[in-house]
């Protein structure tokens, strides 16, 4: 976290969120493009790490996708400012468009660069691309999105999503599975309203930031460290609240933005859609629980010497954050009185 702090690095986060904006309040596709560039080239300097080469693999494989993404985008956008009034010239246009956008963001079938990637960044980069850079694709596949491609890539995520991370033993990768499975149900409620999609993502970014900090506080990155850590017995407690609030269980506030998808959702008559979203979210908690009952269930041997000193302050937020999770549904129920 303390990279962060210098001088550059702050300068280039900066311009990151500034692209976005730049993005979102373009009213031509030219501006979308050039704020997808600039958002490019300044999430690059962030990632590269020159002592990790893990890092400098992961910005590089990112730089390449997210070139040929956006080399699509704008011939797709040129295409259309020629052949404008081609109906179905649109349609295909439009396919383009949305996967170009998909791309960028990492859904699937794009997906193929988005485990690969997660797994050379640190957690706070991680948290970065997992929430921030899906918004500029989000907004910009809103503006034009072909209905019956998109219902298609929501099932296809919803799938993939939850299969992919059941054999995976690194934490990093899992919540790349996680990120693509729940890409599913941010698209969905896309389809439902902007503010829907606003509160889910909130809600998610809220929940992916809990798990970041308590990964990069306890510097974990693979599923056999929980077994192996002598953990304080509270983190382990915070740590299953924020996987079931991630899984979508109802107590927790996770599960209150999907309740309101699948209302929608059942109300359009979206049936099929809907017990897929459901059955694949049902796949992504049984490995949430199958790392949470490992990390409870495993006997260590106690060694005196094995302490985690944590500084009280990032502890306390911890708590504070995980105790949100929990009263999340009686909070949500506020909201309707």
């Known amino acids: 976290m303390l990279h962060l702090f210098n001088s550059s690095k702050m300068f280039f986060f900066f311009i990151m969120i500034f692209s976005t904006l730049i993005s979102i309040s373009s009213n031509s596709w030219l501006g979308c493009w050039i704020g997808l560039e600039i958002n490019l080239l300044s999430f690059i300097p962030l990632i590269s790490n020159s002592n990790n080469l893990m890092a400098t ?32 010239m649109n349609y295909f246009l439009s396919i383009m468009i949305n996967s170009s956008m998909l791309m960028k963001m990492g859904a699937s079938p794009f997906h193929f660069w988005f485990p690969n990637i997660v797994e050379g960044l640190s957690w706070f980069n991680n948290f970065i691309l997992m929430t921030w ?9 809103s503006y034009y999105f072909n209905k019956n491609f998109i219902l298609m890539i929501i099932m296809f995520n919803a799938i993939i999503g939850s299969l992919g991370g059941l054999n995976q033993t690194s934490l990093r990768k899992i919540m790349a599975f996680s990120s693509i499975n729940n890409l599913s149900w ?31 506080m306890l510097n974990m990155f693979y599923i056999n460290q929980l077994f192996i850590n002598n953990m304080n017995s509270l983190i382990k407690i915070n740590l299953m609240i924020n996987f079931f609030s991630l899984g979508g269980l109802p107590p927790f506030i996770g599960f209150f933005p999907k309740w309101i998808i699948i209302n929608f ?34 006997n260590y041997s106690k060694m005196k010497w094995f302490k985690i000193y944590i500084k009280n302050n990032k502890f306390s937020l911890i708590n504070i954050l995980s105790f949100f999770s929990l009263l999340g549904m009686i909070l949500s129920t506020f909201f309707f009185l």
Request: aromatic share 20%.
């Open 57 to 88: 693999e992961a910005s590089l494989k990112y730089f390449l996708t997210q070139s040929i993404a956006s080399i699509n985008f704008l011939f797709s956008i040129l295409l259309k400012m020629m052949l404008l009034k081609n109906f179905e």
């Open 133 to 141: 850079q899906k918004i500029t694709p989000m907004i910009i596949l």
């Open 186 to 216: 941010l698209l969905s409620s896309m389809m439902i309203s902007e503010n829907l999609w606003l509160f889910y993502l909130i809600t998610y970014s809220f929940m992916i930031s809990i798990m970041c900090f308590i990964f990069f």
């Open 265 to 298: 959702l059942i109300m359009n008559q979206m049936y099929l859609m809907t017990f897929t979203l459901i059955m694949m979210s049902l796949i992504l908690l049984f490995f949430y629980i199958r790392i949470i009952y490992s990390a409870f269930m495993f």
